[in-house]
């Protein structure tokens, strides 16, 4: 009697309630508390991202300006070596090029294996041919093997554009001779700390000069401050040097030469005539800083071991 009452008047059992409230449950909402307002929540929520964002940021940018550096350019180094355990990018050399291909990997550093006058006209040079020539980006390139020039978003070769122009006195004989003499000795240099045979050893291309500025990027060819590793980007490289050919902090900032390493970076700053070189896998990841004020110039001069990939060190444009 007392549900038949219940139930004519309206009311609903316990049970009947329970499952009302089971069957509708998932198409509500959550209720807000009093003044909750989603707007500001994503308000807050967007504020708190900015500040990690720039904290983040400045400890990068701390970071960066107390990376442990190997190589100072106030420091005159004779030669300062630095031992690292081989990659496995070497395997298939190995084989084939049994004597050179890397067993002993690393990096060096040497301030007085060439002379200041070898180091001017390799820079008179890039400047010289750069003039002809610029990438509307950040970053040029000069190959004297190829004739390869920066030119706007692209490349044309210098040495037809000379030759259409009738210019010839922009690089003499004694600019190739100069080049030779300088790849010679670093080609030495890394024969001697990696004990491999000299005679094993082969210049190979591309070899150029870079000239760095903090004009903003246009194309990819401009955007040089990535991570790589060289055997990547060549697999014919196994050895690659740097020629530095202006000072960091004097004539540019920024634009330092960064290890990445397991245990933390570590830099190399340029220094006019300076060598920088090491075994080009993965052991030895890297990445150029962003030059912000300035003009860095350098020689990237690169060694395989395999004698198929070789170049005859210049003697000038038909060598």
Known sequence: MAVEKRKKSGS????????ESEDTSHDRLPEQPSGFRWGATL???IMRMIIIGLLIYTLQVVYNKD??????QDEEIEARIFDRN???DYREDRKK???CAPHHCGRGVMDKLLTREEAQTLLKVAKSGLAYGGSTGGASILDLNTGALSKGTSFI???KLLEDKGITDVFSEKDFQVYKSVSTKIRMAIATQFRVPYAKLYLTSPTFFSKMTNKPAKTIHDEYWHLHVDKETYSTFDYTSLLYLTDYK???QGGRFVFVDSNGNKTVEPKFGRVSFFTSGSENAHYVEKVTDGTRYALTVSFTCDPSKAIQALMGRNS
């Open 250 to 252: 004097e004539d540019f």
């Open 12 to 19: 609903k059992s316990p049970k009947e309630i329970r499952k």
């Open 86 to 88: 081989c990659s496995k």
């Open 157 to 159: 070769n210098i040495y």
């Open 43 to 45: 308000r807050h929520s």
């Open 97 to 99: 090029f049994k004597e």
């Open 67 to 72: 990376l442990p550096t190997l190589a100072k």
